[in-house]
Structures are given as structure tokens and as C-alpha cells.
């Protein structure tokens, strides 16, 4: 065999050779998973809770007559700024004001009447002092003095009568007379019109027991705005009166407005802020705008954020680093030998009551941490607050750990002490985001 033969040989079982090795790291390699990872890190978090809801005035006056009428006169129309006694509306008042003028008439007649009481009350005083003293003199009889006393009598009793009447006739002209003012309406207080539901023309309806009245106008003093939120019952317990929040109006879609909460419901709402029932358990929680658009208006549609809670610097990793499942299910199954019944996740014969709070007893929380050689070991954590895409790391990590952070398919597979490549190329990154 000549030389050439031999190095031919030796090249081409080089070259197979060279084929079996990069076909078996090839292999090697497409059992070995890719993940993004990051690092811990300290980092500034604040905790927010998310709602919706509608603007409103914070003082907000519904005006309805209290006496029924025509409405002749309307002075305002919605939009319209108004001042604290302006009018707003006139209602019909021929019949009060004919109502207060015959009940002054009538009390004019009764204090002549009792001009006339008070003189013959005055005469009958006289004409008995008169008989008294003729029956002490023994000119008249007992019989004419004790017609004296009773015609001084009945002459007192007739003036107290008409007293009284004249108190009657004071009153009902006090009634008739707030009657015939409250047929015109002025404003309470200063503010906007923002709602005028009737026409000059209509008739002012008075309510009664079960039946509510007819709303003529709504004052709403828009100096002082409050934002009315639903939230959801899992966030009301982080809610607190004087928490700081951020607003968005959907009418000023470019800038944002502070907040800070005022007052918070104490039972659900049945109704949201649309009008329409809620099915989810919701409460109201109000929130003043700090300083309002001028233009604002009630009913506007507002969205915003309570800060509940804030740290300065604390240590933070990527909430879609967090994994929760039962320790058993982590473990590798190895070679020959069955999945345990958790691992497996194979359906066992408890109540669906004792199989939750069993799960719920046997399951953890931690994080998937990568080791110098390449494989990664599971870690249980303490969590505190959450911001929008990070969690605040209380116990089980330190800074600068590297912890698996996605795609979320691969936290679902890799087990403890599986090798993993690390990739955290732009797109694998942008990725691990939208998971």
C-alpha cells in the first residue's frame, strides 16, 4: 500500500470522525434549553393599584321646586357659569301671589276687628267698675252688677279670640308668602350648570312619599373635582385615604393628573360607573384631582393608579422569573423510574377541597438560578410589593445572582440540575418581555 493510499485513508476516517463528534454535540445540543436570565439588582418599586371611573363634582346641588307650577321664565342653559343667587328659573305665581294677598287682606280685617274687640272689651270694663260701684253704694241690685262682670267677660274673651286668629292669619301669610318665593329658583351656590332636563313651558312636579320630584337644574361647583374609581375587592385592603394617585382623563389623553384619595366605600357597589350592573365585586373609591383641566366636565371617563406603596431601593427581580409549583414536580425523573403521582400531575381521589388546600400546602415559590457550570438549581424566595414588571425579593436571593427569567415554555420544563444555554440576544429579551 503506497503512502498517498495511506493518507488518503487516514484523512477520510479523520473526516468520519470529525462527522460523529459534530453530529453527537449537535445532539447534545438540541436537548439543552435556552434562556433568557438577568441579574438581581436593587431598584426603586412602587406598588400600584389599577382603576376606572367617572368624573364628578365634589359639591353637586339637584334643584326641585317645592311648590308645582308652570315654568315661565328659564335663565340658564347647561354650560352656563352662575353665581350664588343668580336665577335659574320662574315658576307660575299668580295663584301664590293671589293666595298671600287675600290671606294679608284678611289679616287687615282682623286687626280691625280687633280694635273693635279691644272697645267694647275697654267699655264693658267701665260699665261694670260702674255697677260695682252702685252695688256698694246700694243703687243696683247683684243681678245687674254680675251681667256687668259676665259682659266684661265675653267682651275679653272675644278680644283673645281674635288674637288668635290674627297669629293664624300671620302664619298662612308667612306660608303663602314662602310659597310664592320659592316659586323662583336661584342658585345655591357658584358653579356650572351641567344639567337642565326641562324646557320653559313644563310643569314643575313636587314629590311626594314614594315618588321623587322632577329635577329642574343641576348646579355642580367644579373648583373642587373628584374622580369616582371602581376597584376591585383583592386591592381595596392596600387602598388608604391619602394615598397619592395618577389620573388620565380619556378628554386629555397627553397629560396626567395628580390625585390623592379621599374617601373609600364600605360596601360594594351594584351599579358601575357606566350604569350598568356590575357582576364583579367592586368598590368606590374617590379621588380629588389636585389641580383639573378648566374645561372638565361631569361624566368625563377617567383611569388611574394608586400608589400603595413605594420602595427606594430595594432587591427586585422579573415578576415572570417566579415560579410556583410543588418541589416534586422540580425534581428530575430519573432513567427506569416512574413519575411520582405529583410529577405526573396524575388525578388523585380526594375531594376537590382537600386536593386544593393539599396543593396549596405543597406548593412553593422561588426562582430557577444558573450555576457556573451551566445548570441550574431552584430556589425558594420571599416576595414583597409588586410593581408593573418587577417583584421586591425579601428573602432567598442576594445581588448579583443570575436567575432564569424566560421564554415561559422553558420554565415549565427545565427541572433541577438540567444544563441550559443562556441567550439573551435582542429578540430572545424582547420575547422574555412579552411573556
Not at 439588582?41 to 339637584?62: E, I, Q, Y
Not at 282682623?110 to 279691644?118: G, I, Y
Amino acid at each position: 500500500m503506497t503512502t498517498r493510499i495511506k493518507v488518503a485513508i487516514g484523512v477520510g476516517v479523520a473526516a468520519v470522525l470529525g462527522l460523529v463528534a459534530f453530529a453527537s454535540v449537535k445532539s447534545r445540543d438540541k436537548n439543552i434549553v435556552k434562556v433568557t436570565t438577568a441579574k438581581v439588582a436593587k431598584a426603586p418599586l412602587v406598588a400600584t393599584v389599577s382603576c376606572n371611573g367617572r368624573v364628578r363634582a365634589k359639591t353637586k346641588v339637584d334643584i326641585s321646586s317645592q311648590v308645582m307650577g308652570q315654568i315661565v321664565t328659564l335663565a340658564v342653559r347647561e354650560g352656563d357659569r352662575v353665581k350664588k343667587g343668580d336665577l335659574l328659573l320662574q315658576i307660575d305665581k299668580a295663584q301664590f301671589d293671589a293666595g298671600a294677598q287675600a290671606t294679608q287682606a284678611g289679616l287687615d280685617a282682623l286687626f280691625a276687628q280687633r280694635e273693635s274687640d279691644r272697645a267694647t272689651r275697654e267699655q264693658a270694663d267701665r260699665d261694670y267698675t260702674r255697677e260695682q260701684k252702685n252695688f256698694e253704694a246700694k243703687i243696683t241690685s247683684e243681678q245687674m252688677l254680675q251681667k256687668a262682670k259676665l259682659a266684661l267677660d265675653a267682651a275679653a274673651a272675644n278680644e283673645r279670640a281674635t288674637e288668635r286668629r290674627i297669629e293664624q292669619a300671620r302664619a298662612n301669610l308667612m306660608g303663602n308668602r314662602d310659597s310664592l318665593r320659592k316659586t323662583t329658583l336661584v342658585s345655591p351656590i357658584d358653579g356650572v350648570v351641567t344639567a337642565k332636563p326641562v324646557e320653559q313651558g313644563e310643569n314643575a312636579i313636587i314629590g311626594t312619599m314614594n315618588n321623587p320630584g322632577t329635577i329642574l337644574v343641576t348646579v355642580s361647583d367644579m373648583s373642587i373635582v373628584e374622580g369616582e374609581m371602581e376597584v376591585d375587592e383583592t386591592d381595596v385592603p392596600h387602598v388608604k385615604v391619602g394615598q397619592k394617585a395618577s389620573l388620565t382623563f380619556d378628554a386629555y389623553p397627553e397629560k396626567k393628573f395628580e390625585g390623592v384619595v379621599t374617601e373609600i366605600g364600605g360596601s360594594p357597589i351594584t351599579k358601575s360607573a357606566l350604569g350598568t350592573d356590575s357582576s364583579a365585586v367592586n368598590f368606590k373609591v374617590r379621588v380629588q384631582v389636585a389641580n383639573p383641566p378648566p374645561n372638565i366636565r361631569p361624566g368625563f371617563s377617567v383611569s388611574g393608579k394608586i400608589e400603595t406603596d413605594r420602595r427606594e431601593a430595594t432587591l427586585a427581580i422579573p415578576i415572570p422569573a417566579l415560579v410556583v409549583a410543588d418541589p416534586a414536580s422540580l425534581e428530575r425523573t430519573k432513567p427506569g423510574k416512574k413519575a411520582t403521582p405529583a410529577a405526573a400531575a396524575t388525578p388523585t381521589t380526594a375531594t376537590p377541597a382537600t386536593a386544593g388546600a393539599s396543593e396549596k400546602k405543597k406548593d412553593v415559590e422561588g426562582v430557577f438560578l444558573v450555576k457556573k457550570d451551566g445548570t441550574v438549581e431552584f430556589r425558594k424566595v420571599k416576595t414583597g410589593i409588586n410593581a408593573d414588571l418587577q417583584t421586591e425579593v425579601l428573602e432567598g436571593l442576594t445581588e448579583g445572582e443570575e436567575i432564569v427569567t424566560g421564554p415561559f415554555k422553558a420554565l415549565r420544563q427545565i427541572k433541577i440540575g438540567d444544563r441550559v444555554k443562556v441567550d439573551n440576544s435582542a429578540p430572545a429579551a424582547d420575547a422574555a418581555k412579552k411573556t
